[in-house]
């Protein structure tokens, strides 16, 4: 399982560009216990051998998969 403090801490890294989001744009919420997701991007980032994989080519690519959609585990291959 990934640190709380660091899921704390990180943010969608094409959110947090973000000017119209308040004032902490690109948070992430962890669903499935192996994906972060950003509400303000709609990115999805997995979690793969508890590391975050926030690679702005991978969130993209989770963009359009509805969250209940989303693979479990994440495919080790993103």
Same mark, same amino acid.
């Given at each position: 399982? *990934?640190n %709380? @403090? ?8 094409? &959110? *947090? ?9 690109? %948070?992430? @919420?962890? #669903? ?6 950003? &509400? ?16 702005? @080519? *991978?969130? @993209? ?5 509805? #969250?209940?959609d989303l693979? #479990?585990?994440?495919?080790?291959? *993103?």
């Amino acid at each position: 399982m *990934v640190n %709380q @403090e660091l899921l704390e801490m990180l943010r969608c890294p094409v &959110a *947090v560009h973000y000017t119209d989001k308040g004032n902490d744009p690109g %948070q992430l @919420e962890l #669903v499935h216990d192996c994906w972060l997701v950003c &509400a303000d991007s709609g990115y999805k980032y997995p979690i793969i051998d508890d590391i975050p994989v926030m690679l702005v @080519e *991978v969130g @993209e690519k989770y963009k359009d998969v509805a #969250v209940k959609d989303l693979p #479990v585990p994440p495919p080790a291959d *993103v």
